[in-house]
């Protein structure tokens, strides 16, 4: 599996650098974001050293639909039952500020309908 040693989220995956971790499997790592922006703020993170949506290849598909799916789930164990917002951010012109692709998973109260959080 690609990983890069510079990178943050390969080094947390790594457990080089610790995190509030809640759910871990063999594809993906999920934990808390260190500066969340609503009372429930995670971090979807595949184990895959993937840059961005920018990289993404066809040998992803499965990959990207399993944390798709996974998506609900773990908003339902946070105890989301009244919806989320997900977020991806791509890009410099995106506001990605790490470059492992992650989906931003925030919830814990009422998201205004038309605003960006991130
Ligand atoms: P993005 O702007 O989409 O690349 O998001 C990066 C996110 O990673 C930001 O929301 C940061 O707060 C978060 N972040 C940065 N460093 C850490 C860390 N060590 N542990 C958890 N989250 C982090
Ligand atoms: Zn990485």
């Keep these: 599996m690609t990983t890069d040693s510079d990178c ?4 947390i995956i790594k457990g080089e650098i610790p995190s509030d971790q809640v759910y871990s499997d063999e594809q ?3 934990f808390k974001d260190i500066n969340p922006k609503a009372p429930v703020h995670l971090l979807i993170v595949p184990r895959e ?3 961005s949506l920018n990289e993404l ?3 992803h598909d499965v990959l990207m639909a399993y944390i798709m799916r996974l998506l609900p789930k773990i908003a339902k164990e946070q105890g989301l039952n009244n919806g989320f917002r997900t977020v991806i951010n ?3 012109g995106g506001g990605q500020e790490v470059f492992h692709l992650h989906v931003h998973l925030l919830g814990g ?3 205004s309908g038309a605003g960006f959080v991130m």
Aim: with cysteine.
């Design 57 to 59: 290849e066809e040998k």
């Design 8 to 11: 943050l989220f390969c080094k």
């Design 28 to 30: 993906v790592i999920v």
């Design 109 to 111: 109260e009422r998201l």
């Design 49 to 51: 050293h993937i840059k």
């Design 90 to 92: 791509t890009g410099p």
